[in-house]
């Protein structure tokens, strides 16, 4: 019965992901004479704004309903793109980036939650793996064909893939009401601030292999966003127009999209210890090598570090949630996504900054020795974690 929930989430996934202004985003504030730093301020405010929300709406997700929060969202997300549509200024872009940042931290976390729940509801949650799998799958199939056509869109006009955009993301809405909630345990009527930190304390302080796991996850997490944003640049750099860069965009996320498909079984063969230094290595060391090629090589770089993506954000959700009780699983994969905007708002204006002062290679190999450190300090703990 509850099973029929993850059709819904694949269409919301498809809202979500299939992002014709990504790859073209970063060109569309430098045509309007936006420096880079100031571009990735904007990306930063979009952060910040999830930073502030994320674990109070998983929180409400987990006290009023993950259906209810998917629909504000979705609601949301329409409304942001609408205002980018038929906007200009760096101001009403900012308001753009908040509502957008508020309507994100209400759709992260609770759709992992009820995609667990329903399987959990129907007696499958061992398949969790796979459907997160293949829900991650579709969301960067997605945002391949994106890729394509917002480069394509974008050869008309850098505002036209905006205006579709805000087509797409009105997806989600209706799907969102169709949702049914699994009934999995007795929700409080009256939330408290109270509540939410004892929960942030357990994750975080009391139960110490969910904090590490956590906190790793987290560091990969924020590595593979900022590559997100940050290589359209680089390819622009070195010679490619917009449809070529959508292109490219296609080919990396239908690595990613290919690889979470068999996310499952790659990390049963190559087991979690040589899973999680294989990914770490490829994405941190993505960073790097980007700044040292410089040319169009760093596309079999990209391809190596969006197969680590693939594999890594499936499979480490998968040990959250194993570890995670269902009344506080929103709540806790929001804190996950919490750390990964709270560490993009600051290296993305970083990673500007250096650029603009310095260099896009010198940035790169900068941010990436700052990913590698942070990897560094943490992987040996949560590999502990896992034996435990």
């Known amino acids: 019965m509850y099973s029929a929930n993850i059709t819904k989430l694949y269409f919301i996934k498809v809202a979500k992901w299939f992002m014709l202004t990504m790859p073209i985003l970063m060109l569309f504030f430098q045509d309007l004479g936006f420096s880079v730093e100031e571009s990735f301020q904007l990306k930063a405010i979009y952060s910040i704004a999830i930073v502030v929300f994320e674990i109070p709406s998983g929180y409400a997700a987990d006290v009023l309903g993950r259906r209810r929060t998917l629909i504000i969202g979705s609601l949301m997300g329409t409304l942001g793109f609408a205002i980018y549509a038929v906007s200009t200024g760096f101001y009403a ?3 753009a980036e908040l509502i957008l940042g508020v309507g994100q931290s209400f759709i992260s976390g609770a759709d992992s939650a009820l995609l667990y ?34 480069g394509a869109l974008a050869e008309i006009s850098l505002r036209t893939p905006f205006i579709f ?15 049914v ?11 408290t601030w109270r509540d939410i930190f004892a929960v942030v304390k357990y994750a975080m302080v009391s139960n110490r292999s969910l904090r590490y796991n ?44 290919m690889t979470t498909l068999f996310a499952y079984k790659i990390e049963q ?56 009780a269902s009344e506080m699983r929103a709540t806790v994969l929001s804190i996950r996504s919490l750390i990964i905007r709270a560490n ?17 290679q010198q940035a790169f190999i900068i941010i990436g020795i700052i990913f590698i450190v942070l990897t560094g300090s943490s992987i040996f ?8």
């Open 181 to 191: 909630e699994p009934q999995l345990y007795t929700r409080r009527q009256k939330a």
């Open 381 to 388: 703990l949560f590999l502990r974690s896992l034996k435990n």
């Open 117 to 150: 729940d329903s399987l959990k509801a129907d007696g499958r949650e061992r398949h969790y793996l796979k459907y997160e799998g293949r829900n991650f799958s579709v969301g960067n199939f997605s945002e391949a064909l994106a890729g394509f056509a917002g």
């Open 93 to 95: 872009f900012l308001a």
């Open 269 to 324: 063969r190559l087991r979690p210890k040589l899973t999680v230094w294989g990914t770490t290595l490829l994405i941190t060391g993505g960073f790097v090598l980007a700044g040292l090629v410089h040319s169009v090589y760093v596309l079999p770089v990209l391809v190596l570090f969006y197969f680590s993506r693939g594999i890594a954000t499936p499979v480490l959700k998968d040990y959250i949630n194993r570890i995670t």
């Open 214 to 257: 956590i906190i790793y996850s987290s560091i990969i997490g924020s590595a593979t966003l900022t590559m997100a944003w940050v290589y359209p640049l680089y390819l622009k750099e070195i010679g490619f127009r917009e449809i070529h860069i959508g292109m490219s965009s296609t080919l990396v996320n239908l690595v990613v999209g």
């Open 165 to 179: 955009q805000t087509v797409i993301a009105f997806i989600a809405v209706p799907a969102a009401f169709m949702l």
């Open 344 to 360: 993009f708002a600051v290296l993305a204006p970083l990673f500007g900054y250096l650029t603009d002062r310095l260099s896009l």
